[in-house]
């Protein structure tokens, strides 16, 4: 980092603002195809989270895709790059003291640990949207499924590029078993004591 000064040292501290928010931060780290639920997840979430008082702050690719990212595509490079970005982002909010819901197919082990790595494994929370492809297909929320079975858009995960399933989520939540309320209940029931309290010391 030639000539550059964080100023670290001289900010208020995450616990000054989790204190002031009654929370801690965290990252929820949505992953799976495209259709599994990611999007429908963190909404439903970030609503119920709210409802207790708690502020949130989702990442997905409509405000990623479409604004910071919006230079990169789906070459493994750019992915890497996505990911990289979103987790940089992802942790200013973080350390913010801010719930922060990341909804990303985020294909591979590879990706994820390094997003855990640019967080922090004590503030990284994995939850493996684990919808079958056969659901998310019928499903086709998009109509990209069927492009892709036509070859009209290249390297699409779970039909011309891989998906690789987590080996140890925190959670996986199949959306063709659990109805959206089932899953929410299980989002909160692992979520709500890791934000409840601010961090103690920092
Ligand atoms: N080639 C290809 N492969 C996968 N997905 C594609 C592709 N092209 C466009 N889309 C749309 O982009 C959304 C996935 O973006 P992500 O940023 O989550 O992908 S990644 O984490 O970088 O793999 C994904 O949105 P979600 O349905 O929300 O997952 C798709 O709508
Ligand atoms: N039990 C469920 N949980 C979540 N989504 C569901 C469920 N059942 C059906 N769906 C539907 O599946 C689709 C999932 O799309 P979306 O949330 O955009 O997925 P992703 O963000 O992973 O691409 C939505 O149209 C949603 O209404």
Known sequence: M???????????SRADKEKLLGQRGLMIWFTGLSGSGKSTLAIALERELQQRGLLC???DGDNIRSGINNNLGFSPEDR???????AEVGKLFVDTGIITIAAFISPNN???????????????VE???STPIEECERRDVKGLYAKARRGEIKE?????APFEAP?????????S???????????????????SAPLSKE
């Open 80 to 86: 890497v790059e996505n990911i990289r970005r979103i």
């Open 156 to 160: 699409f995960t779970g039909v011309s």
């Open 110 to 124: 590879e990706l994820r640990e390094m997003a855990a790595h640019i967080i922090g494994a004590d503030d990284f």
């Open 2 to 12: 030639n000539n550059i000064y964080p100023i670290f040292d001289k900010m208020l």
């Open 127 to 129: 939850v493996y949207v």
């Open 57 to 59: 702050r989702i990442l």
């Open 177 to 195: 078993k659990f109805s959206l309320e089932e899953s929410v209940n299980r989002l909160l029931h692992l979520i709500l004591p890791k934000v």
């Open 167 to 175: 080996q140890h989520p925190a959670l996986s939540l199949d959306t």
